[in-house]
């Protein structure tokens, strides 16, 4: 059974840094991705903030100030933001895929099969 545990959300200031963390278990990384994505609100779909994959090219952000990486020991999923903005306030998901391959692209939520839960980080200005 694959798990996926988010951590590091909460409150922080604008202009700050934050990183996420995703704890995994039961997946296995060789052909597939894993990715974080966002919603920031009930009424909005999950947009994609960066992924990375076992195939090249390795590793996918939509947005610039975002950097995902993985601790290849362990297996968890990290997720950097600088500068942060109030507008990146959200809940933010870890997301694992099987397929190396989606055909709406590497940063389309519909492309993953397992979710964490979630976890809310709120950006104050």
């Known amino acids: 059974q694959v798990q996926l545990v988010e951590s590091g959300g909460g409150s922080v200031q604008a202009g700050g840094t934050l990183t996420l963390s995703c704890e995994v278990s039961g997946y296995t990384y060789s052909t597939g991705c894993m990715g974080w994505f966002r919603r920031q609100s009930p009424d909005k779909e999950r947009e994609g903030v960066a992924?990375?994959?076992?195939?090249?090219p390795r590793t996918y952000r939509y947005h610039e100030r975002a950097t995902i990486s993985r601790d290849n020991a362990n297996g968890t999923l990290y997720l950097q933001i600088d500068s942060l903005r109030p507008e990146d306030t959200a809940m933010y998901y870890c997301?694992?895929?099987?397929?190396?391959?989606?055909?709406?692209?590497?940063?389309?939520?519909?492309?993953?099969?397992?979710w964490g839960q979630g976890i809310q980080v709120t950006v104050s200005s």
């Open positions: 992924a990375i994959c076992a195939t090249a």
């Open positions: 997301a694992a895929r099987t397929a190396a391959y989606y055909s709406s692209g590497t940063l389309h939520w519909r492309g993953y099969q397992y």
